[in-house]
């Protein structure tokens, strides 16, 4: 199916890895223009090589919103725009007690997870408005509407970003700007590894046997008990950054296997 989105420049950060990557290389199949962001420039390097074509890599710290305008400023002058965003940048944060957690926490989480989507749409948003045409695709998680008592201050920030974009929808529709976001759970990721090798070590067996076990007594909703594909993922966010989803507007689509038990989206 073409997706009538080849020669379109698409940003996609948090691009070294997991979700971030596969979607770069889900977009690089579809024909668009790929203007690639992480911390790690050698991670950022390694990862381009695996990519079609020619992106451009730019190291930029999302919580520094001059960084992110210079971001987007060599995108532009490489390819003259940028039509789709895909923000992926984020981290899991501190754990633990939600009232014993720090201030320090609770900002660490918010300024990477939360507030680098605003700043990314102050960049971006505005260019796609005036040419009528523009995808905004943030990646949130299950923790949105299904939190779990202990990741407090991943819980908060994504919740608040899934808000922030629904905000956007109503008033950029108009302007041909789609905005959405996609809420994954339990995918095979740097992320995910990190914290099943830490689980391993806290319950003394294998890592394979950590995830088995966090599946049944963590995510029982995840009935094929496996942890999801990152291509999983960038399937859904491929399709929402496409033509064809020209009626998706201010939704939050969820790839997680069943994880989220209720019918509340």
Not at 30 to 46: I, M, P, R
Not at 87 to 112: C, F, N, R
């Amino acid at each position: 199916m073409d997706l009538a989105i080849r020669g379109k420049t698409a940003l996609i950060t948090g691009a070294q890895g997991g979700i971030g990557l596969a979607t770069a290389k889900s977009l690089a199949a579809e024909g668009v223009n790929l203007v690639l962001s992480d911390l790690d420039s050698e991670a950022l390097s390694s990862a381009a090589a695996e990519i079609h074509g020619n992106p451009l890599c730019i190291v930029a710290d999302v919580t520094d919103q001059a960084e992110i305008d210079a971001l987007v400023r060599q995108g532009v002058e490489r390819f003259g725009a940028i039509d789709i965003v895909v923000h992926t940048a984020g981290v899991t944060g501190a754990k633990g007690d939600p009232l014993e957690l720090s201030d320090e926490d609770y900002e660490h989480a918010w300024q990477i997870d939360f507030f680098s989507a605003v700043r990314v749409a102050r960049a971006t948003i505005p260019p796609m408005r005036d040419r009528g045409w523009g995808r905004f695709i943030c990646l949130t998680s299950e923790n949105t509407i299904q939190p779990y008592w202990e990741e407090a201050v991943y819980n908060t920030a994504k919740a608040a970003l899934s808000t922030f974009v629904k905000n956007l929808s109503y008033k950029e529709a108009a302007n041909g700007v789609l905005c959405n976001t996609v809420a994954p759970a339990f995918v095979a990721s740097p992320m995910t590894d990190g914290m099943m090798k830490q689980r391993a070590e806290a319950l003394g067996c294998t890592f394979e046997e950590a995830i088995e076990s966090f599946l049944e007594e963590e995510r029982p909703g995840i009935v094929a008990k496996r942890r999801g594909e990152a291509d999983e993922v960038a399937f859904v966010i491929t399709m929402l950054a496409s033509q064809h989803a020209s009626f998706v507007n201010g939704s939050n689509v969820r790839v997680d296997g069943g994880s989220v038990i209720s019918v509340q989206n």
